[in-house]
């Protein structure tokens, strides 16, 4: 309701309730909105000026990183910058926190919103992602049967068995995307989005990336809170060409 109020889009990730189609249940909705918002709304309906300043950002950054987590329980973030400032929207389950950040350091900031884990056992594999998507829908929920699939498309036995041992009971995920604002003012997503989990080993990123000759390989790693807030800002600092089609 704030964000309708100041006319703010919000990144889809934060996944507020739809609003009603009747006039009479937009109403109803409004005036719950605004009992429990009650010290952040006056009495002409005007929002606290810090939290409308903090809110105006999602639509001024040149800057978004989305999270999509599931740590403890489902729990979805935005963080959004430009130049000078920065917020943080955090929801979990119908509470959402916004509050200030730096415009600087993104990805260390988002990293923070997960358990802290040193890197997991194992080492980096890369292959071809359509092996891996291949073998991934033919095993279904069975380790053994993929490694037995990634074999059969092609992937070495060590390899195979790495991958497997890597993704065993995961604990945690979560996954990282990135939205970048051209000097038009379209904004672009960026090339790929990062995942994320961690096991009773330690954690893990998986990205794919596209190899010199066009084809798309997938990459997985063992992961620390460093690696893995470096590689969401490397793609932070790729933006797109000005001249292409935007998402908005």
């Not at 109803?28 to 939290?51: F, K, N, P, S, Y």
């Not at 329980?73 to 910058?81: I, S, T």
Request: charged share 25%; with cysteine.
């Amino acid at each position: 309701m704030l964000t309708d109020h100041l006319r703010v889009a919000v990144p889809a990730v934060i996944r507020l309730p739809p609003a009603g189609f009747r006039p009479e249940d937009r109403r109803a909705e409004l005036d719950d909105a605004m009992t429990e918002l009650r010290g952040l709304v006056d009495a002409r309906g005007d929002v606290d000026g810090i939290l409308a300043g903090r809110l105006r950002i999602l639509d001024q950054a040149k800057w978004i990183i989305d999270v999509v987590a599931h740590v403890d329980g489902p729990a979805n973030a935005v963080l959004a910058a430009t130049d000078r400032r920065a917020v943080q929207v955090i929801q979990s389950g119908q509470l959402v926190t916004v509050r200030p950040a730096r415009p600087t350091a993104l990805g260390d900031q988002v990293v923070r919103l997960l358990p802290a884990v040193s890197a997991g056992y194992g080492r980096s594999v890369s292959l071809p992602t359509e092996a891996l998507r291949k073998a991934a829908a033919e095993a279904g929920t069975d380790p053994r049967k993929l490694e037995t699939a990634l074999q059969r498309h092609g992937i070495g036995r060590d390899n195979a068995h790495l991958i497997v041992v890597m993704n065993q009971d995961p604990l945690h995920t979560a996954q990282f995307g990135v939205t970048l604002t051209d000097d038009n003012g379209r904004r672009h997503r960026g090339e790929h989005v990062i995942g994320w989990w961690c096991n009773d080993s330690g954690g893990y990123l998986i990205e794919e990336h596209t190899s010199t000759s066009g084809e798309p390989w997938t990459t997985i790693s063992p992961t620390d809170a460093a690696r893995l807030a470096r590689q969401i800002d490397r793609l932070v600092s790729r933006p797109r060409p000005a001249n292409e089609p935007g998402t908005a």
